[in-house]
């Protein structure tokens, strides 16, 4: 692994997540939101560090609420969202403000997502707002009807099951 990646996990105490890389959350709202959707009260907002090293990748998941990725340091992360029955897969490149990268990607609601980072590591932050609950995560590779549409629909992102 990259030293500056293995100096950031280390000086941000980041822990290892189930998708791949490594967490750590930064804040959880103490204002309490009901998100109206019969999942019950979560914090108004949560965030979180995330890194992704070269050797690890963010496998497919969603989150029932919306997640808004910022660009903090190291190599572009090639983020990839669709739609929940995977029509279709768009590709972001999220990085400094150029050569056609941004350094905010919005995840809606329920839509799919995955990540590599294209360098030696990428470091973000990542805000879900209503606040994020490992009850509202989940991981394809659990699904094994949907992660079959996957196969069929959009066969070039298996490698991130």
Known sequence: MDPRAEALIRELDLRPHPEGGHYRELHRSTLPVDPMDGRGVRAALTTIYFLLPATEISRWHRVSSDEVWHHLEGAPLDLLVSDPEFDHVERYGLGPLRDGLRPEVVVPPMHWQAARSTGAFTL??????????????????????????????????????
């Open 124 to 161: 973000v932050a990542c805000v879900v707002g209503p606040g994020f609950d490992f009850a509202d995560f989940e991981m394809l590779r659990d699904r094994q009807e949907l992660a079959q549409q996957l196969r069929q629909r959009q066969p070039g992102f298996v490698d991130l099951l």
